[in-house]
Structure formats: C-alpha cells, structure tokens
C-alpha cells in the first residue's frame, strides 16, 4: 500500500520483485481521507499480508493507521506482520550524503516484502 | 484476582489426560472438595475437587477434549465480588509474560494443540522412557508449549482440523504459517524436511504435494494406506481411547524390547480344589468365597519370597529387587484391561486377598481405579482358564520380571508315583519370564514354588 511519492519505491520494488517471481500487488491510495480502507481489506483478503510503504516518519505514519485498520478488520486473513517502511526516525538531515541515508530506499521495501512473505 | 484452575497431574507419570466431563457449569459456586471434573488419564477415570472456594468464572477447556497437558488452565475460578469481566484482565498479562505479544491466545487457540491425531506417537515416546518427547512438540519446540501460527495459519488449521502442535512452522521463531497449513495433512507427524523444501521453492504447491509421502513412518499416512485397502469394504472406524493407545504403546515396547523366554510347567489341583471346597463350606458363614485365583496369587507371593531374586523389576540401566510380593492381576473389562497390584501379597490372609481382588475388579471394570491402584507390582497373573483355555504365553507387563498364564483346570490320565494311570485335575501355566531379569534356572525355581504351593495348598496357610 503507498502513495503520492512512496508509490515511486512500491513500483520499483514490485518491478525488482517480479523478477524474483514475487508477484506483488501494489495499491495506490490517491487520498489519504476518505481512504479506501475496502480496497485495502479486499487485497490483504487476497494476498494474507501487507507492506505499507511511504516517506515520512515512522511514528503516526500513515502506514501506522493501515496496520491498525488491517489488524481489526482481517486479522485472522494475515498470514505475517504489516510492515511500514518509512523514513528513518531522524530529524531530517541538511547534508545530501546524510538525506540519501534518513529516506526510504527501495532496497529496503523489497526486503520487507520478502519478510512477510517468508522468502 | 481470580485464579486460574490448572489441569491436575493425578498420577506421578501423567503428562496429559482427557478431559472427559464437567461436573460444574460457568457461574457455579464451589467449595473445597467439591467435584469439579471427571479426567481420564491413560488409563483411569478420576475426580477432579476442587482446591479453594469461588464462582466458576469461566471455562477454558471444553469436556471431551483430549491430551490436556499437566498444568494447563482449564478453568477460571472468581472470588467474592469479581464478575467474569476481571478474567480477561488477569490472564492477559500472563500470557504476555509468555513473550506472545505479538498474538494473544483465545480460549479456542489454547485448546487447539490438545486435540489431534498425532498424540498416540507421543504417547508411544513416553512410554519409552520420554526421552523422545520433546522432540514430538514440532514447532513449538523454541518456546515451551506456546505453539507459534499466523492468524491466518490458525484459521485454516480449525478449518482443515488440524492440529497445529503437529506441524513444523518454517516461519521466524518457528512460526507456522499459511503454507505449513496447507501442506500439512491431518494426522502429520512434524514435516521438518517438507518445510525447509517449501521455504526454497518458488512454487509452493507444486512442492507440497510430495511432503506427506515423504513420511511413510507416519501414523496418518498408514492409516490411510490401510483404509485404502478396505476401501471397498464395510467397516467401522474406531478411534483410540487413552486405555487402548496405553495398551498398544506398552506391549509394543514390551514384545520388542524384552527378551522373553517362556517355562511350561502343569500343576495338579485335585488337593487345591478340596482343600478350597472345605475352607469355603467353614468360611460360608463369614461370607467369604475364595476362588482358585486368589490361592494362586498367594501362591505366587509366597513363590516370590522363596526365590527373593526372582522378585526383581527392569529399570532401564539397573534390577531393582523388592521386597515385598507386590502381585498384579489382569483384570479383562470393556474395551481394555488392567492390572491392579495387590501389594504385600505374602503377608496377608487368603480371605483377604480375595475381599481385595474382588473389590480391585470391580472398581477396575468401572474404570474407578486410583493410578497407585494399579502401577507398580514385579510380578504379574493372567488367568484365562474361566474361557476354557488350556495354555497361552502371557505377555510381560513391564517393568514386571515375569508374568503367570493360567489356563483351565481339566480332568487329565496322568502317569502317578506308582507308575498307573489316574485321573487327575491338571492346569497348565506358563511363566513369561524376563530374561534380563530372571535367568532360566531361577525362573524354574519360582514356577517351581508356585507349583509346589498350590499342590500341598496347606502351606500357605503357614
């Protein structure tokens, strides 16, 4: 699940997971409220597990709210934790190198994906 | 705060039993002593009282669920002034101690891993000295008996009826998730290999498919190549009860692992048979009737102190030898059988014995038995006489050295002293012996002194 910039990440990850024969749903949200909380149930319904991914912090991410709604709503569809993947839990840095290194990175979502699907 | 009723160990060996009724219902006010349950260990039925006084708040284990392990809650118990609502608030955080955080247990998940087809494995490792039993737990081997499964695993696993204590998690901490689930069948044992396949293959399904034939060894697979058999057959499926996986478990182990050796020996009971008449016709009065089998046991238990060696039980890396002629009874009753010791067999009267034989049965054959009732014993008697059985080979109970078969006492032409012909009342025996207890000739001299017993019966009066 993503949007706005996070979509970024969640398309090349999918991209970089296929290739390794994950097939990934990836879910653009378009607007955060009202959000399509149906569209998220029906996938988790589908897939038994979820990433969300995002830029932001980690602490009251959006993500955060999917998870909370996922577990309520399809707990005993989910097969693994939700994953948020976020930016790092810093203040966000002025200096290039250490920006590069306080956000998301693709690497990072393809990695969670293959937690929750145990691969 | 409320407390929690953990399942009662009734017996020094009881791992787990069944819980076969509640004699109580939520909302019940109980005082100590009062019955709170029936449980079946592996062989007999006992009541379950209640320790402290309170309301039933809760009932965690449904009735008829089977292989609840020692010291699980079963039930909640509320002091004055709690209502059901303090319950979840005292067994939450205890479950969190559990490090399971990530998924809090239901009543439902708790008695999940007591059901199952698998338990007749374990129970076969207990009794094999226990050694093996850890090992049974599968997946939930990393953190005690909290068994680790995906919310998703847990539902398909209710769905499919499966027992996920069963089943091999590939997951993290060994968590089983939806793909251990589905390639697990019913009545798996732990699928170590299928799992880490799985993990490897990018096509799951196509890879579970081969894991349960992996696993001839397994009871469920048997049991479904058998039924294949008679597939086309009317048959009736029975499903193993505590007594008669105990049975299949101990005699399994007893025909493999002991060694037998088997002395043959007949014992005339003309002087036995008199001698029992005229005690009887005295003893009308006191309404005692002795029977044939209580002079054998009395027999046997004054053999078994006229030969101390032979009074010897197997323990595994060493002979334990009693002292007292603690003397078992088979005991044939619906669906099985025990065998219930009658201690310090040497010491006690005729009439005693059988006041006591009398009672043991009966109670066996209501299943009333206390465990102490009927473990222990170096020394057992199976009598088939009374179904007209001339001979048989007993097999040995263990730990016990040896095992009497009775057969029938018939009319027989025996050769006497004089060398004539007679007619004579004979019984055929058969001592089972265990030969790393008992050696031939010590084995011999036992049967010998049960024979001699029961052929000059006076001297058990002695």
């Known amino acids: 699940m993503s949007f706005g910039i996070g979509m970024t990440y969640a398309l090349a990850a999918a991209e970089k997971l296929a290739e390794d024969g994950i097939e990934a749903e990836v879910i653009d949200l378009r607007t955060i409220r009202p959000m399509d909380t149906d569209a998220i149930l029906e996938s988790v319904k589908k897939t038994n597990r979820c990433v969300t991914v995002e830029e ?26 939700v994953i948020n993947c976020t930016g790092k839990d810093v203040p966000m840095p002025y200096a290039a190198n250490l920006e590069k290194h306080a956000l998301l990175t693709t690497d990072e979502v393809v990695e969670a994906v293959r937690k929750v699907t145990y691969k | 705060m409320p407390t929690e009723i953990l399942m009662p160990a009734l017996s020094p060996t009881m791992e787990e039993g069944t819980l076969a009724k509640w004699l109580v219902k939520e909302g019940d006010t109980v005082f100590s002593g009062d019955l709170l349950a029936e449980i079946e260990t592996d062989k007999a039925t006992m009541e379950f009282e209640a320790v402290d006084e ?30 059901a609502d303090d319950i979840d608030a005292s067994t939450e955080p205890k479950q969190g101690d559990a490090d399971s955080h990530a998924e809090p247990a239901t009543p439902k998940a708790e008695t999940l891993p007591a059901k199952g087809y698998g338990d007749d494995a374990g129970a076969a490792q207990q009794a094999k000295g226990g050694d093996a039993a850890p090992a049974s737990s599968g997946g939930s081997g990393a953190s005690g008996d909290r068994v680790f499964a995906s919310p998703l695993a847990r539902r398909i696993a209710a769905d499919k009826g499966l027992d996920l204590s069963q089943i091999q998690g590939s997951g993290p901490n060994g968590r089983i998730v939806k793909a251990d689930v589905e390639s697990a069948k019913p009545g798996q044992k732990p699928a170590a290999a299928a799992s880490s396949t799985e993990k490897a293959a990018q096509e799951p399904k196509a890879e579970t498919g081969k894991s349960p034939i992996a696993e001839p060894a397994a009871p469920g697979a048997q049991a479904e190549q058998i039924r294949k058999m008679y597939a086309d057959r009317d048959y009736e499926e029975v499903k193993l009860d505590g007594m008669r996986r105990t049975i299949a478990a101990r005699l399994t182990e007893a025909k493999q692992t002991i060694p037998h050796f088997y ?77 219930p010791v009658l201690r310090d067999a040497e010491s006690r009267s005729l009439s005693s014995l059988s006041a006591q034989m009398k009672d043991l049965a009966k109670r066996a054959r209501d299943k009333k038995l206390a465990p102490h009732e009927y473990q222990g014993g170096s020394f057992a008697i199976s009598n088939l006489g009374m179904f007209g059985i001339d001979n048989f080979d007993a097999v040995i109970n263990p730990p016990h050295g040896a095992i009497l078969a009775v057969g029938a006492g018939v009319k027989k032409p025996v050769v006497n002293a004089e060398g004539e012909v007679e007619v004579a009342t004979v019984m055929s025996v058969t001592l089972s012996v265990d030969h790393r207890v008992i050696d031939g000739a010590m084995g011999a001299e036992l049967l010998k002194q049960i024979a001699d017993a029961l052929e000059n019966p006076m001297v058990m009066l002695a």
């Open chain 2, 54 to 83: 309170g309301v039933v708040g809760k009932i965690l284990i449904a009735e008829g669920t089977e292989g609840v392990k020692v010291n699980t809650p079963i039930a909640v118990l509320l002091e004055d002034g709690e209502s």
């Open chain 2, 263 to 339: 002395l043959r020996r007949d014992i005339k009971l003309d002087a036995l048979l008199k001698f029992r008449s005229q005690l009887n016709k005295q003893l009308e009065a006191r309404g005692v009737k002795l029977s044939v089998n209580d002079f054998i046991i009395k027999a046997s238990a004054l053999a078994l102190q006229a030969v101390p060696d032979a009074n010897a039980v197997w323990a595994g890396d060493r002979v334990l030898k009693l002292k007292p002629s603690d003397v078992a009874v088979a005991v044939a009753i619906e669906g099985g059988l025990f065998t």
């Open chain 1, 56 to 81: 932001g912090w980690p602490q009251g991410s959006v993500g955060n709210y999917i998870s909370s709604v996922i577990m309520q709503e399809a707990f005993d569809h989910l097969d693994a934790p």
